[in-house]
C-alpha cells in the first residue's frame, strides 16, 4: 500500500458543500426560455450510485451563480469546510461550484485550509435538466476520488470530466464543452476511469496561509496598448492596498504604466506583475521603462505563474499580515 494511501474498513463518510451554479440550474418546464436556480439536494440524496459508495451528508452553503460569488464568500466557505474535514469520522468534502470562478475558489480553498484529506470541487457546464448534463457524473467521480485512499495529502483539488487538477494549476478553459478545465503545461494530478482512480503526481510543495479576519483590498488591471496610469491613481484614491497587473509577454507594461506603478509603490501600495499568456512565467527579462527588469528594480512582486485572479487571492490573503517584499515574492515562488 502506498504510504499516502487510505484503505477505508467500512463506507467512508462524505460531506457535500452546495454553493449553486450550472449544476443547480434546469430548464423552466412552464417557460423554456427560462433557466432557474433549483435545489440539487434531493436529486443527490436519491442517487444510488454515490450513496452506494459513501455515507453521504449535504449541507447547502449558498445557491447562487459563481459570478456573484466573491472572496468573502470563499473565506466563510472556508471556515466551514475547514471545520467540516476536521470531523474524526469525516472522510473528505466535495463542493459544487460554478465553473465561472471554480478554480479560483478552490485555490482560496487551497491557500486557506490544513489537512491531509481530500477537498475536491466539482460542477458542470451543462444544466442538471438536461439529458447530456456532466454534473451528477462529476459528483460520483469526486465521491470515488476520495473513497479510492489514492489522492491523500494533494491539497485541495477539482474533479472534472474524469480528470483531477491541482487547485494551483487549474484553469477554465472553455466555456461549454464538458471538458472545461485543465492545468496546462503543468499536467494533471491524476484521473478516474470506468474501473480505477489513477494518481499521477503529487505537488511539490503546498503553501498553506492563515485565514484573515479581513480581506485586503485588491484590485487586478489588465495591461492594454495605449493604456496610461489613470486606473492606478483611482484605485490609490479609493484605498485598495494591492493591485496585480495582467501584463504582456513574460510580464511587460508600457511606459505610461510604468510611472504609474511607480507612484503607486512610493504611496505604500503592493503591485504584482502577472501575464495573460496562458503558458510559461512572469520573468524579469527587459530594461526598458515597463519591462520586466524595470520592474523588478521598482520592487514589483513577480506572480510567475500564477494568473491574475488567482494573484489577486493570494495578495488579498497575505496583506492582511504582511507587507515585506521579500516575503511576499516568497509566497508566490512557493506556488509552483
Known amino acids: 500500500m502506498n504510504s499516502h494511501q487510505v484503505i477505508f474498513k467500512k463506507k467512508p463518510a462524505i460531506i457535500i458543500v452546495t454553493t449553486g451554479g450550472t449544476i443547480n440550474m434546469a430548464k ?12 440539487i439536494v434531493e436529486k443527490i440524496s436519491r442517487f444510488k450510485t454515490i450513496n452506494e459508495l459513501a455515507s453521504i451528508g449535504i449541507i447547502e452553503f449558498s445557491n447562487i451563480a459563481s459570478p456573484n460569488m466573491n472572496p468573502n464568500d470563499w473565506l466563510n466557505l472556508s471556515k466551514m ?48 435538466s438536461e439529458v447530456d448534463s456532466d454534473g451528477l457524473r462529476n459528483i460520483t467521480n469526486a465521491v470515488r476520488q476520495i473513497v479510492s485512499g489514492k489522492f491523500i495529502g494533494l491539497g485541495v483539488t477539482i474533479n472534472f470530466n474524469h480528470y483531477v487538477s491541482f487547485a494551483r494549476h487549474a484553469r477554465k478553459t472553455h466555456t461549454y464543452n464538458v471538458q472545461g478545465f485543465d492545468s496546462s503545461e503543468f499536467g494533471y494530478a491524476g484521473f478516474i476511469d470506468a474501473d480505477t482512480e489513477v494518481l499521477l503526481k503529487r505537488p511539490l510543495q503546498h503553501l498553506a496561509l492563515s485565514k484573515p479576519k479581513k480581506l485586503a483590498k485588491v484590485a487586478i488591471l489588465k495591461f492594454f496598448p495605449g493604456i496610461d496610469d489613470a486606473i492606478i491613481r483611482f484605485l490609490i484614491e ?15 507594461v508600457n511606459a505610461s504604466l510604468y510611472n504609474g506603478i511607480k507612484h503607486a509603490i ?7 506583475i502577472s501575464t495573460g ?8 527579462i527587459y530594461e526598458f521603462p515597463g519591462g520586466g527588469k524595470s520592474l523588478q528594480k ?10 491574475a485572479e488567482k494573484s489577486m487571492i493570494l495578495l488579498q490573503i497575505a496583506l492582511a499580515s504582511i507587507r515585506e517584499h521579500t516575503k511576499l515574492q516568497s509566497y508566490f515562488n512557493e506556488c509552483i
Open 277 to 284: 499568456v496562458k503558458t510559461g512565467r512572469t520573468m524579469p
Open 81 to 128: 469546510v475547514d471545520e467540516l474535514i476536521h470531523r474524526e469520522h469525516v472522510a473528505g468534502v466535495i463542493i459544487t461550484h460554478g465553473t465561472d470562478t471554480m478554480a479560483e475558489a478552490a485555490f482560496f480553498l487551497d491557500l486557506t485550509i490544513k489537512t491531509k484529506k481530500p477537498i475536491v470541487f466539482a460542477g458542470s457546464q451543462r444544466l442538471i
Open 28 to 39: 423552466d418546464l412552464a417557460q423554456k426560455d427560462n433557466i432557474e436556480n433549483i435545489s
Open 298 to 307: 521598482l520592487g514589483v512582486v513577480s506572480s510567475g505563474s500564477l494568473s
Open 266 to 272: 512610493r504611496k505604500g501600495l503592493v503591485i504584482v
Open 238 to 252: 479609493k484605498n485598495y492596498k494591492g493591485i496585480v497587473i495582467e501584463g504582456s509577454g513574460s510580464g511587460n
